[in-house]
């Protein structure tokens, strides 16, 4: 079992840069595929993913050139580099880990997740 914090959230104005970071403990963050979510409204979309290898990644098409999804083994977190942000951007992002292969943007199929942090992204 993997335990998630995230954190590095905050304000920043459009067209800024953000770096959120997603903490594992108690198995090693390499042992799972990786995700990042945001919740907006009433839905909890899906931003990037990073496959199990570190070799695969996968984003939204709304994020696609702005977002970075990495991950550092040593210090055992999962990366998301944001810019080019936008105030449409704001939301709680979540990172999330899973076991299993593909439906990496399917939130239901992940197993762990963290408490999220808040990006507010103003205008």
């Known amino acids: 079992q993997v335990a998630l914090v995230e954190s590095g959230g905050g304000l920043v104005p459009a067209g800024g840069s953000l770096r959120l970071y997603c903490a594992a403990s108690?198995?090693?963050?390499?042992?799972?595929?990786m995700g990042w979510f945001r919740h907006l409204r009433k839905e909890r979309e899906f931003v990037a993913a990073l496959s199990r290898s570190g070799l695969r990644t996968y984003y939204a098409d709304s994020e696609k050139g702005r977002f970075t999804i990495s991950r550092d083994n040593f210090k055992n977190t999962v990366l998301l580099q944001m810019n080019s942000l936008k105030p449409e951007d704001t939301a709680v992002y979540y990172c999330a880990a899973k076991s299993g292969l593909n439906y990496y943007e399917n939130e239901v199929k992940y197993d762990y997740w963290g408490q999220g942090t808040q990006v507010t992204v103003s205008s």
């Open positions: 108690g198995r090693p963050i390499n042992a799972y595929h």
